[in-house]
């Protein structure tokens, strides 16, 4: 089994100082860092691209998990890849080609993952379980930070575990995650751990330190 991963999402981390606070939440702990991009047309905000993730490259050795809300991803991926991604995630809405993208990741030799908005229903990843490394599950609806996790989608990352099976793919929750909610998601099978708002309230090193500390454990 795979072992439990925390990605804080710096969305919610001081953008004026957005190298630090990789470099912190690192020291704190992180083991991915998650880069959440909104191109204010698939979702309602508008967030960083390519040339932010790069100029974040040397703050951190983490691994750099870029979660793209953008249609369409095709035309990017590559920039993406090239700025120091090593994970790339595409929504399944964003586009009517998804294994053409998948593909396109896995040749660009990315780690390649798969989302699904809270409605969109987890049949649609059945023909592609072969060609991905990561389903990552949205908790909330995509656009922001700070929002609660929908209840029913504990079910729906029990289902996604079970589709998963054996194959080595990562279990990836997104979105109202907290010390509150961990302990169901965890034991709802995910083994990674996104988190914006609950880690960067905190006001030190020792706060993001804390709260990582707390989401692993739960
Ligand atoms: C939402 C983003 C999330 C968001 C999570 O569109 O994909 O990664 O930053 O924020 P919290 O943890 O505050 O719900
Ligand atoms: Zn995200």
Redesign the pocket.
Not at 165 to 180: A, F, H, N, Y
Not at 199 to 208: C, H, L, N, P, R
């Given at each position: 089994t795979l072992p439990i991963r925390i990605a804080p999402?710096i969305?919610?981390a001081d953008f004026a100082r957005l190298g630090q606070e990789v470099k912190d939440v690192t020291e704190a702990g992180a083991d991915w860092i998650?880069l959440?991009v909104?191109d204010g047309h698939f979702?309602p905000?508008i967030s960083f691209g390519p040339d932010v993730i790069k100029a974040l490259r040397p703050y951190t050795t983490a691994t750099f998990d870029c979660?793209l809300?953008i249609s369409p991803a095709d035309p990017y991926l590559e920039a993406f890849a090239k700025a120091g991604c090593d994970r790339i995630t595409v929504h399944a809405e964003a586009g009517v080609h998804l294994h053409r993208s998948l593909q396109t990741i896995r040749h660009l030799g990315k780690k390649v993952g798969v989302t699904l908005n809270p409605a969109t229903p987890l049949s649609i990843l059945e023909n592609v379980l072969d060609d991905i490394d990561l389903i990552l599950i949205?908790s909330?609806?995509?656009?922001?930070?700070?929002?609660k996790f929908i209840p029913a989608m504990a079910d729906k990352i029990r289902n996604a575990k079970s589709l998963i099976g054996d194959r080595p793919i990562e279990l990836e929750v997104?979105?109202?995650?907290?010390t509150d909610t961990a302990e169901l998601i965890i034991a709802a099978g995910a083994n990674v751990l996104?988190?914006?708002?609950?880690i960067f309230k905190g006001e030190s090193v020792d706060a993001y330190k804390q709260t990582i500390g707390d989401l692993r454990a739960a």
């Amino acid at each position: 089994t795979l072992p439990i991963r925390i990605a804080p999402s710096i969305l919610a981390a001081d953008f004026a100082r957005l190298g630090q606070e990789v470099k912190d939440v690192t020291e704190a702990g992180a083991d991915w860092i998650h880069l959440d991009v909104m191109d204010g047309h698939f979702v309602p905000n508008i967030s960083f691209g390519p040339d932010v993730i790069k100029a974040l490259r040397p703050y951190t050795t983490a691994t750099f998990d870029c979660h793209l809300m953008i249609s369409p991803a095709d035309p990017y991926l590559e920039a993406f890849a090239k700025a120091g991604c090593d994970r790339i995630t595409v929504h399944a809405e964003a586009g009517v080609h998804l294994h053409r993208s998948l593909q396109t990741i896995r040749h660009l030799g990315k780690k390649v993952g798969v989302t699904l908005n809270p409605a969109t229903p987890l049949s649609i990843l059945e023909n592609v379980l072969d060609d991905i490394d990561l389903i990552l599950i949205m908790s909330v609806n995509p656009g922001f930070g700070g929002q609660k996790f929908i209840p029913a989608m504990a079910d729906k990352i029990r289902n996604a575990k079970s589709l998963i099976g054996d194959r080595p793919i990562e279990l990836e929750v997104d979105g109202g995650v907290s010390t509150d909610t961990a302990e169901l998601i965890i034991a709802a099978g995910a083994n990674v751990l996104v988190a914006g708002s609950a880690i960067f309230k905190g006001e030190s090193v020792d706060a993001y330190k804390q709260t990582i500390g707390d989401l692993r454990a739960a």
